[in-house]
């Protein structure tokens, strides 16, 4: 199967429940630790891809034309959403400002920007944290005087924990984010016992009977099975061969060392290389 083809979906449960205006106002608001004015206009403009019939990011969307806002969620841990929001942010500008003329000699005025990534995945991670995309600049020693901390581009992505348990004011704040929390902690809890499909629609099935996301998951129901289905079908594959690559290069593991083997395999993985390509790579990196 074809990760790079399933990776994103027309849709998912968090991009759905979060495209309307008013929840939207009450999870900035939740994260933000305050009170975004009820007559305080939010403009969804979530990035899509009508060629390929699949959404980009999950969610983008300015507030009084004044800030612009990216929202990603994630179950894994990616050190590379820095330059993935640095992507998107370019995209999301070049939609809001495409009617007017940035060649024109008067200042522009455009909204401020705010990235934030909500993470519910099943790897330790802390409450909050920042990633930068200056951590992923290469070297310049030597071709550049160095000792200046101001890099010419900078981006910083907050990290938010939203497992049940982390991050309880804010979920507190938020009855659908705290929702969603529960209902993605409720699917989980029912893998341990049942098949990936049973789990999800066990999972519905309860929070509507204890009044969580009711209303939603009563209108989307079958529609978000599925989603939630390829979802972490698309998980679980990209976790086996995580695996699979782990058992092929149990010995070259060794060699460099466990701590470091595994950060090398998780950046073949994440260029999409396969099990055997790893094996490939691993012993032309013994051999030179």
Do not use: W
């Amino acid at each position: 199967m074809d990760l790079s083809a399933n990776i994103r979906h027309k849709d998912s449960v968090f991009s759905k429940l979060f495209s309307n205006p008013e929840i939207l106002r009450e999870l900035y608001s939740a994260i933000e630790g305050i009170d975004v004015p009820k007559d305080a206009i939010i403009d969804i403009n979530t990035l899509s891809g009508a060629l390929f019939m699949k959404q980009i990011n999950d969610l983008s969307f300015t507030i009084n034309d004044r800030i612009v806002v990216l929202i990603e969620h994630q179950a894994t841990i990616n050190q590379n959403i820095p330059l993935r929001v640095l992507m998107y942010i370019a995209r999301v500008y070049e939609k809001i400002i495409e009617n007017r003329d940035i060649y024109h000699r008067k200042l522009i005025k455009i909204p401020t920007p705010e990235f934030i990534v909500l993470y519910n995945g099943k790897e330790e991670c802390p409450d909050h944290y920042e990633l930068s995309l200056s951590s992923a600049f290469k070297d310049t020693k030597g071709l550049k005087l160095t000792g200046s901390e101001n890099f010419p581009l900078e981006l910083v992505v907050q990290i938010y924990n939203i497992n049940q348990g982390r991050n309880m004011e804010m979920l507190k704040r938020s009855e659908n984010l705290n929702g969603y929390s529960f209902f993605i902690g409720k699917v989980n809890e029912y893998k341990g016992n049942l098949s990936l499909d049973e789990s999800v629609r066990n999972a519905v099935g309860y929070c509507i009977e204890h009044g969580i996301l009711k209303d939603f998951l009563e209108e989307h129901g079958s529609e978000v099975i599925n989603m939630l289905f390829d979802d972490i079908s698309v998980e679980e594959i990209a976790e086996i061969r995580a695996e699979d690559a782990r058992e092929e290069g149990i010995e070259q593991g060794i060699q460099l060392g466990l701590e470091e083997a595994h950060k090398y395999f998780l950046s073949l993985l994440d260029q999409g290389l396969s099990p055997e390509e790893i094996k490939q790579r691993l012993a032309q990196t013994t051999t030179t």
